[in-house]
């Protein structure tokens, strides 16, 4: 059984930062692309960042040289470092994870249980 469980949410004021992380552990064979999404009051989720494997990255544009996304492989960790924080970045961050849980097993997509994340003006 797969998990991923993030932390690091909380209420920082604008302009503020934090530092969300998710690990995910259980029965893992190999982990391609991990991300950070989020989801507000009233609206659809959305994509934030994701990165590959290789390190390579795609950033929102509603983020962009505000967040950076990051990996450790071998703690098959992900992170999002976020900057300048502004209210309307208020919502639930949920990260997932696209791996496969053994050799000839399919890519299947994990969600974490989500952090909320709070910017106050």
């Known amino acids: 059984q797969v998990q991923l469980v993030e932390s690091g949410g909380g209420l920082v004021q604008a302009g503020g930062s934090l530092r969300l992380s998710c690990a995910a552990s259980?029965?893992?064979?190999?982990?391609?692309?991990m991300g950070w999404y989020r989801q507000a009051p009233g609206k659809q989720r959305e994509l934030v960042a994701t990165?590959?494997?290789?390190?390579?990255?795609n950033v929102a544009d509603s983020v962009k040289g505000r967040f950076t996304i990051s990996r450790d492989n071998v703690k098959n960790t992900v992170y999002l470092q976020m900057s300048s924080l502004k209210p309307e970045d208020t919502a639930v961050y949920y990260c997932?994870?696209?791996?496969?849980?053994?050799?000839?097993?399919?890519?299947?997509?994990?969600w974490g249980q989500g952090t909320q994340v709070t910017v106050s003006s």
């Open positions: 990165i590959t494997s290789g390190g390579s990255t």
């Open positions: 997932a994870a696209n791996l496969v849980v053994s050799d000839f097993a399919i890519p299947y997509d994990y």
């Open positions: 259980g029965s893992i064979f190999s982990i391609n692309h």
